[in-house]
């Protein structure tokens, strides 16, 4: 005798892949530049500390700025 409340049977959820993950990667990517722009600017530091200078390092709007004064 079957029951008329029988469970439906299980099916998976499907992936769904959504416009959003390319705006993910795209902040992904920024932040990397940030990153190696900023590595950059502390090799140089280090350079000037090495070579007897005092660097000073800026954040602007077009990137790190870095000056070396001996």
């Given at each position: 005798?079957a ?32 990153g190696?722009a ?17 660097p ?15």
């Amino acid at each position: 005798m079957a029951t008329a409340l029988a469970a439906p049977a299980y099916e998976a959820p499907a992936l769904a892949w959504s416009t959003e993950v390319a705006e993910r990667a795209e902040v992904v990517w920024w932040a990397v530049y940030v990153g190696f722009a900023f590595a950059v600017a502390m090799a140089y530091a280090t350079y000037c500390t090495a070579v007897g200078g005092s660097p000073e390092i800026s954040l602007t709007w077009r990137g790190f700025k870095v000056a070396c004064h001996r």
